[in-house]
């Protein structure tokens, strides 16, 4: 009995435990179930899209009853809501809530709230003064003639008004309300708008430039560009990395503004976003750092008044004045900006960036390094993320992270800027997974653009914020662009030539194309603003550095006559006609005793055109002669920034044999795009970085007054667009070439002929010039004429009497010239 009852006493003790550990196991289960992390909410966009087809189906309902009265009566309910709202404008209601629709599902930007409102004031008041027009029918009135009239909208707005001030009183206070909606829609001032309205009607005699009605829609927070149906050129896709099917009809929507991600809390897009952890810094200080980076692209010039494209404006007086050197250049009408196209913007994935920022403050906490993001930027080609570092933490902390922000961050190359010029912040720029395609159109297009008025000013790109960047050339002074093969070097250069061509008269800018590959600045052949021909033979090239040389002493000489510092003062004073007031400082006895008998009326001279010599490959210019082009470049730009002539100077091969020191030190404005290795970079730069670039476009701008480069997207124009743009120059006027720019014919054969050094090729040819056009066969005469010993000299007339050019040898005197002149120009002719 005691072993059974021990035995029972054991079941019941094992019990105890069992149903311990039940319980136990059930309160585990249902602490795992109540720890469970609740379900993700439904994306933004999936909520958006939804949006978006519900009112496409509202819209298509509607449409149905208003218009076809095939709706049932679900379209009868929504027309009596919509005409008994809006009266007759509630048939226009289908077309607004469809377009709603689209801009929801097309993952269109947030409405601008100045566009909103302005766009409600407008709308309300044509609304009442159709409600007016109708006799303004009150509540008491049948439903067909409030649906007749302006609906329950109208009568609320003109039936009071008209009741307190009668119907005209009433009718002058809607057209007040309209036109203030009109203004606040177009972004206008009312000085600018009655300026409009009276070159409408009344018009400015000589007025050569766009009016203020056609940049209504290119206000200062949001430029409306307009669309382009013709597609990118397949240049597009070689240069940039577009791809031209995606860019076919789209439009490129508002690129001046920066778009920002909004982090905690949402701010104005043109300002920093910044999250709840953000430093103490107020919106004032914000602006007043993008202000000093904004400046120092600019090369610390600011907009100096209204639009001027195609004027000169004296620094001194203000004044405009249109330069015209040629009589046949009076009325020459500068080119539309309508015929650049306009690109298109990709837009960013909000929820995609808000991820990229949670791992990488995840990735930095877990290193040990204490830092958050407090702004995230999103350019055109690259996002920014804005860290700022706890107290005590050093920059080294993160920059030695670079790898391990690129892994955490799923990228292949990120570049870090340590700190981000003008903040107190860390920028760490990531390349974006579909890149906005930016235009020269777009650039030009710009208010920035708008507001710059000097005759160097071009397009260059947009900024790491999204806003258009343009660049004063007689700032920089002179401008040094490399990149390797394929990054975009040739299409920069071409934006730049082409804003020049079109916000310039031939008057107001001459060029000097250099183009030893041949292929890249022909398409500018015989435009007028050519000082010649374009340049492909290096050899040539040397000629027309010389020229400008020569151009150069020659306006230094003529500066110092008149005591002036500089082309713009001298300009302003020959245009004003106070030459002939201001004394002569250098002149000679003849000079003196004309002006004392009166035989000279005073100086007559004329306006200098800035001048602008582009050389698109260094790299084959100096190897040809190096020292002579060395020599030129360093002169003209040590010198020739006062008498108005820069220099564009492009490679693909920046080594030290190319890009020498003299080189660098005399151009310090800098254009680096993406280069093969680091020590590329830093022969431009002085720093590594452009080898990080990703191509297409993408760039490092350093001016001359930067401690740092600045990351660019550069803009696109394609050879279509150029070409469109020099036929329009073309038709406007004729070119006028200066005269011995480059050698020709005899001359220039003579000129490449440099002594013992000559190849055998080109002395021959030389000496058979000689022989045959002065009819003596002599080789003393080819001695002195080609500057060889008497053993050459011998040996060519030789080489001429095996070709039967002349005789043979008759002693001492001259051997017998065989060919004629002719026969050399026709041979000449057909070889060629």
């Not at 804003?499 to 030893?516: E, H």
């Given at each position: 009995m005691s072993r059974v009852a021990s035995s029972k006493t054991k079941q019941k003790t094992n019990k105890k435990p069992a149903s311990r550990a039940g319980s136990a196991s059930k309160r585990s289960t249902a602490t795992r179930a109540s720890t469970k992390p609740p379900p993700e909410p439904m994306p933004a966009e999936r909520i958006r899209e939804m949006w978006g087809v519900g009112l496409m189906v509202v819209a298509i309902l509607s449409g149905l009853g208003l218009w076809i009265e095939a709706a049932g009566p679900v379209g009868e309910l929504l027309t009596n809501v919509f005409r008994g709202t809006f009266g007759v404008f509630g048939l226009a209601v289908p077309l607004v809530v469809a377009a709603g629709a689209v801009l929801l599902l097309r993952d269109a930007r947030p409405g601008n709230p100045r566009l909103v409102a302005g766009s409600a004031v407008f709308l309300v008041s044509?609304?009442?003064?159709?409600?007016?027009?109708?006799?303004?029918?009150?509540?008491?009135?049948?439903?067909?003639?409030?649906?007749?009239?302006?609906?329950?909208?109208?009568?609320?707005?003109?039936?009071?008004?008209?009741?307190?001030?009668?119907?005209?009183?009433?009718?002058?206070?809607?057209?007040?309300?309209?036109?203030?909606?009109?203004?606040?829609?177009?972004?206008?001032?009312v000085p600018v708008a009655a300026h409009a309205v009276k070159s409408f009607f009344v018009g400015h005699p000589g007025q050569t430039t766009a009016g203020p009605f056609d940049r209504w829609f290119g206000g200062a927070d949001e430029p409306v560009l307009d669309d382009v149906d013709e597609p990118p050129a397949q240049d597009f896709v070689e240069d940039f990395g577009a791809d031209s099917s995606d860019t076919a009809g789209d439009t490129l929507v508002d690129p001046a503004r920066s778009e920002t991600v909004v982090l905690e809390e949402a701010t104005p897009p043109s300002d920093d976003v910044v999250g709840e952890n953000a430093p103490s810094t107020d919106a004032g200080d914000r602006a007043a750092a993008d202000a000093a980076e904004r400046a120092e692209l600019d090369g610390g010039e600011e907009a100096d008044g209204p639009e001027m494209i195609g004027s000169y404006r004296s620094p001194a007086s203000g004044q405009a004045r249109q330069l015209v050197l040629n009589p046949d250049h009076a009325d020459y009408q500068l080119p539309s900006l309508d015929l650049l196209r306009t690109g298109k913007a990709a837009g960013g994935n909000t929820v995609n960036m808000e991820r990229m920022t949670q791992a990488l403050e995840t990735m930095l906490a877990e290193f040990g390094v204490d830092a958050r993001v407090v702004a995230v930027r999103r350019g055109p080609t690259v996002t920014r993320f804005e860290l700022e570092l706890g107290t005590g933490v050093k920059v080294n902390a993160i920059t030695k992270l670079e790898k391990d922000i690129s892994y955490a961050l799923a990228t292949p190359e990120i570049r870090i800027v340590a700190p981000i010029p003008g903040k107190v912040a860390i920028g760490i720029e990531v390349p974006n997974v579909e890149r906005d395609h930016i235009t020269l159109g777009d650039i030009l297009r710009s208010p920035e653009a708008a507001a710059q008025t000097h005759p160097l000013t071009a397009g260059i790109g947009l900024d790491i914020s999204g806003r258009p960047l343009t660049i004063n050339l007689a700032?920089?002074?002179?401008?040094?662009?490399?990149?390797?093969?394929?990054?975009?070097?040739?299409?920069?250069?071409?934006?730049?030539?082409?804003?020049?061509?079109?916000?310039?008269?031939?008057?107001?800018?001459?060029?000097?194309?250099?183009?030893?590959?041949?292929?890249?600045?022909?398409?500018?052949?015989?435009?007028?603003?050519?000082?010649?021909?374009?340049?492909?033979?290096?050899k040539r090239a040397k000629d027309a550095l010389d020229w400008v040389v020569a151009e150069m002493e020659r306006r230094?000489?003529?500066?110092?006559?008149?005591?002036?510092?500089?082309?713009?003062?001298?300009?302003?004073?020959?245009?004003?006609?106070?030459?002939?007031?201001?004394?002569?400082?250098?002149?000679?006895?003849?000079?003196?005793?004309?002006?004392?008998?009166?035989?000279?009326?005073?100086?007559?001279?004329?306006?200098?055109?800035?001048?602008?010599?582009?050389?698109?490959?260094?790299?084959?210019?100096?190897?040809?002669a190096p020292r002579d082009i060395e020599g030129a470049i360093v002169r003209i730009a040590q010198m020739a920034r006062a008498v108005g002539i820069h220099l564009i100077i492009a490679t693909q091969r920046p080594s030290v044999n190319v890009v020498t020191g003299l080189i660098k030190a005399n151009v310090p404005s800098r254009i680096a795009l993406s280069m093969a290795t680091g020590h590329d970079s830093k022969t431009i730069l002085d720093q590594h970085g452009a080898e990080k670039l990703i191509g297409m476009g993408d760039m490092l701008y350093m001016p001359a007054n930067a401690s740092k480069p600045h990351r660019l997207q550069g803009c696109y124009v394609d050879e279509t667009e150029i070409e469109k743009v020099v036929e329009h120059c073309k038709a406007q006027a004729e070119v006028t070439y200066a005269e011995n720019v480059v050698k020709t014919g005899q001359e220039a054969v003579m000129a490449d002929v440099t002594g013992d050094d000559a190849?055998?090729?080109?002395?021959?040819?030389?000496?058979?010039?000689?022989?045959?056009?002065?009819?003596?066969?002599?080789?003393?005469?080819?001695?002195?004429?080609?500057?060889?010993?008497?053993?050459?000299?011998?040996?060519?007339?030789?080489?001429?009497?095996?070709?039967?050019?002349?005789?043979?040898?008759?002693?001492?005197?001259?051997?017998?010239?065989?060919?004629?002149?002719?026969?050399?120009?026709?041979?000449?002719?057909?070889?060629?």
């Open positions: 044509v609304i009442g003064l159709w409600h007016l027009a109708a006799g303004a029918p009150d509540g008491d009135s049948t439903r067909e003639a409030m649906h007749a009239a302006g609906g329950v909208v109208g009568m609320l707005l003109s039936v009071p008004l008209s009741t307190v001030a009668a119907v005209p009183g009433a009718f002058v206070i809607l057209m007040g309300l309209l036109t203030i909606g009109l203004l606040i829609l177009t972004n206008t001032p700032k920089m002074p002179h401008l040094l662009i490399a990149g390797a093969t394929g990054s975009g070097k040739s299409v920069v250069m071409n934006g730049i030539v082409t804003s020049i061509i079109m916000r310039n008269t031939p008057d107001q800018v001459r060029m000097i194309l250099i183009d030893p590959k041949r292929v890249e600045m022909t398409t500018y052949e015989d435009i007028p603003h050519l000082l010649t021909r374009v340049v492909t033979d290096p230094y000489d003529l500066l110092a006559k008149y005591g002036f510092r500089n082309i713009d003062r001298f300009n302003e004073a020959v245009a004003s006609d106070e030459l002939r007031d201001i004394p002569v400082l250098e002149q000679d006895a003849e000079e003196v005793v004309a002006d004392r008998l009166g035989e000279d009326e005073g100086p007559a001279e004329e306006l200098m055109p800035y001048i602008l010599c582009v050389i698109d490959e260094l790299s084959d210019l100096m190897m040809v190849t055998d090729e080109d002395l021959t040819k030389a000496a058979m010039e000689l022989v045959v056009r002065s009819g003596l066969g002599s080789t003393s005469m080819l001695q002195r004429k080609l500057k060889v010993g008497f053993a050459r000299a011998g040996r060519l007339m030789d080489e001429l009497e095996e070709m039967g050019i002349v005789g043979p040898s008759e002693g001492p005197k001259a051997r017998t010239v065989l060919m004629t002149v002719e026969q050399l120009e026709e041979q000449q002719s057909t070889s060629v």
